[in-house]
C-alpha cells in the first residue's frame, strides 16, 4: 500500500487541509457571470459641477428700485400739473369776476424789512371792521392810511380783507381797500408814490403790479389825468395779461375820460381776458358812479344785436348790462332800449 493510500487519500482529490484548485470550467462560469454583471449595471452619472454666478455690479442690482420710484415721482409730477391746468381752466371759465383787484397784477414785489407790529395788528382789524360792513372803520382806515406807509406789510390776512372789501357794493369801503393795499405795498399818496411806481412799471417783472397802483394813485387823487395816460399807453402793449392789468388800473382811475377808453377795449381788443376785464370794469368792479355805468350803458344797449360782436361779447354785454340796471332781458335789444331811454 502506498503511503498516500496509508493516510486514507485517494488519488487525484486534494490533500485534508490544502484548498483545492478550480477547474478550468469554473474559471469560465466566473469570468462569465461577472461579465454579465457589470453589463447589466447602471453607469454611474458623471459628477457635473455648476459654475458659480458671478455677483451683479451695484447698479445693475438697485436699477429696478430706481426705475419704479422714477416712475412714482414722474406720475406725481404729471398729476400736480393735471390738477393745476384743470383749476386754471375753471377759474376761466366763471362769469364777470367781481373785482380787477383780485388779478395777479395785484401782487407786490416789496418785502417790508421795518414792521410795526401795532399798526400792523391795526390794519388788519380796521379791515376787517369794513369787510363786516363796520362804516366807522371805514372812516379810519381812509384817515390812518397814510401813517401806516412804510410801517406795515402784507400779510394773507390784509390780502384776504382787502379782496373782500374790493368787492363790497360800498364804494367808500373800496376806497379804504384801495388806500390800505397802497399802504401796506409802501406806496406813499403823493408826488414820491408816482415817481416811485413810474420806474416800477419799466420792470416787466412788476409792471402788473405798478399799473393796478398807478390806477390806485390816481383814484386817491394824485394827478389823475397823468396817471391815466401811463396807463393807456399800456393798451396796446403785446401782452394781453399787461394789457389787461392796464384796463384794471384805468377801472380804478374811474374817471369820465376813462368810460370811452374801456369801451373801446371791450370792443376791440382781441384777446378774451381784457373784453372780459373791461366789461367788468364798466359793469360792476373798480371805482365808477352809477352815472358813469350808465354812460357806458348807452354803447352797451346798441351792442346787444351787434353781428360784428363774438357771442362771448354778446353775453359779457347782456351780464353787464344786467349788473348796471338790475333787470334781466336776456338778448331782447328793444327791451334794452326801452329801458335806457327811460333810465338815463
Known amino acids: 500500500m502506498s503511503s498516500d493510500e496509508q493516510r486514507g487519500v485517494s488519488p487525484g482529490s486534494p490533500q485534508a487541509g490544502t484548498p483545492a484548485e478550480p477547474s478550468e470550467s469554473d474559471v469560465v462560469r466566473a469570468l462569465v457571470e461577472i461579465e454579465h454583471a457589470t453589463a447589466d449595471a447602471p453607469a454611474p452619472a458623471p459628477a457635473v459641477t455648476l459654475p458659480l454666478a458671478p455677483e451683479q455690479p451695484w447698479f445693475a442690482r438697485t436699477a429696478p428700485v430706481i426705475a419704479v420710484l422714477t416712475g412714482v415721482v414722474l406720475l406725481a409730477l404729471l398729476l400736480a400739473w393735471g390738477l393745476q391746468t384743470i383749476g386754471r381752466k375753471l377759474a376761466s371759465a366763471g362769469p364777470l369776476l367781481r373785482t380787477s383787484g383780485t388779478t395777479n397784477s395785484r401782487k407786490s414785489l416789496r418785502v417790508s424789512s421795518s414792521v410795526d407790529r401795532a399798526k400792523q395788528a391795526e390794519v388788519e382789524t380796521l379791515l376787517e371792521r369794513v369787510a363786516s360792513g363796520d362804516t366807522s372803520a371805514i372812516d379810519q382806515v381812509l384817515a390812518n392810511s397814510a401813517d401806516w406807509t412804510g410801517k406795515t406789510h402784507r400779510t394773507p390776512k390784509t390780502d384776504q380783507f382787502i379782496t373782500a372789501d374790493l368787492n363790497s357794493r360800498d364804494m367808500r369801503a373800496r376806497e379804504a381797500a384801495i388806500a390800505a393795499q397802497l399802504a401796506v405795498d409802501g406806496v406813499p399818496q403823493n408826488e414820491t408814490g408816482l415817481n416811485m411806481l413810474e420806474q416800477a412799471i419799466g420792470n416787466p417783472a412788476s409792471r402788473g403790479w405798478a399799473l393796478w397802483m398807478l390806477g390806485a394813485l390816481g383814484n386817491r387823487g394824485v394827478d389823475p389825468v397823468h396817471t391815466t395816460k401811463i396807463i393807456g399807453s399800456y393798451l396796446a402793449d403785446p401782452d394781453a395779461n399787461v394789457r389787461a392789468s392796464a384796463v384794471n388800473g ?46 357806458a350803458a348807452a354803447s352797451l344797449v346798441g351792442w346787444i344785436d351787434d353781428s360784428l360782436l363774438t357771442t362771448q361779447q354778446r353775453a359779457w354785454t347782456v351780464h353787464a348790462l344786467s349788473d348796471i340796471s338790475g333787470q334781466n332781458f336776456g338778448t331782447d335789444a328793444a327791451t334794452w332800449r326801452r329801458w335806457y331811454d327811460s333810465n338815463h
Open 250 to 295: 384805468l377801472a380804478l382811475v374811474g374817471t369820465d375820460e376813462t368810460v370811452p377808453m374801456m369801451l373801446d377795449r371791450f370792443r376791440s381788443d382781441p384777446s378774451p381776458l381784457v373784453q372780459e376785464r373791461a366789461a367788468c370794469g364798466l359793469a360792476e368792479s373798480g371805482m365808477y358812479t352809477h352815472q358813469q355805468r350808465m354812460m
